[in-house]
């Protein structure tokens, strides 16, 4: 019933004939045999399974070190990478505010000396009055004799009063400009 005469199976036969010769000359008596490309096999130690797995084991270890080398370095080539990024990043921020505050500080001196709105010039009355409380603190604080402390008070007035005519002759000159944009401006919607 399960002979290979009653399985479908078909056998066949075929001859072959492998590239190498299966033995080995031996050299012997009567047969000239030239051996200088012969070269020996000797045998291996013999591995038992517990010798087989320390040598698969201390493999393994030797690949580990190696993965876990190659993931430190990559972390830490990362981790220089970002800090190069936040360090770039944190550079020009502070460029960009360099950068405001020199727009700022240009902007605002541009008003102090060409004031142009209602707003610039109530800076610098407010800045005008800050100017002389503080002067006048200072006279009153000092160790000078009182007709030194009215000459100095005096003076103070005058620059003042100077100051004052300065501001009221940039605030006239603002409304004539404006005034010519604001015709000009009138006459290119005309048009």
Not at 34 to 52: A, F, N, Q, T
Not at 135 to 150: F, G, H, L, P, R
Request: hydrophobic content about 35%; overall charge neutral.
């Amino acid at each position: 019933k399960y002979h290979r005469d009653t399985q479908t199976v078909t056998t066949r036969e075929q001859a072959q004939q492998n590239v190498r010769e299966y033995g080995t000359q031996m050299p012997r008596d009567g047969l000239h045999y030239d051996g200088r490309s012969d070269y020996v096999i000797l045998p291996r130690p013999y591995l038992d399974s517990d010798e087989y797995a320390r040598i698969r084991l201390d493999a393994t270890v030797v690949m580990q070190c190696y993965a876990r080398g190659m993931a430190a370095r990559k972390l830490a080539r990362t981790t220089r990478d970002e800090m190069d990024r936040s360090r770039r990043a944190f550079v020009e921020q502070q460029e960009r505010e360099a950068k405001a505050r020199e727009e700022e500080r240009g902007k605002e001196i541009e008003r102090r000396m060409n004031p142009r709105t209602a707003a610039d010039f109530d800076i610098l009355y407010k800045e005008l009055a800050a100017w002389q409380v503080a002067e006048t603190q200072k006279i009153e604080v000092s160790e000078m004799e009182e007709e030194a402390k009215a000459l100095a008070r005096y003076q103070l007035v005058l620059k003042e009063v100077k100051l004052v005519q300065t501001i009221d002759n940039l605030k006239a000159e603002a409304m004539r400009t404006a005034a010519a944009d604001a015709v000009s401006r009138q006459l290119e919607a005309m048009a």
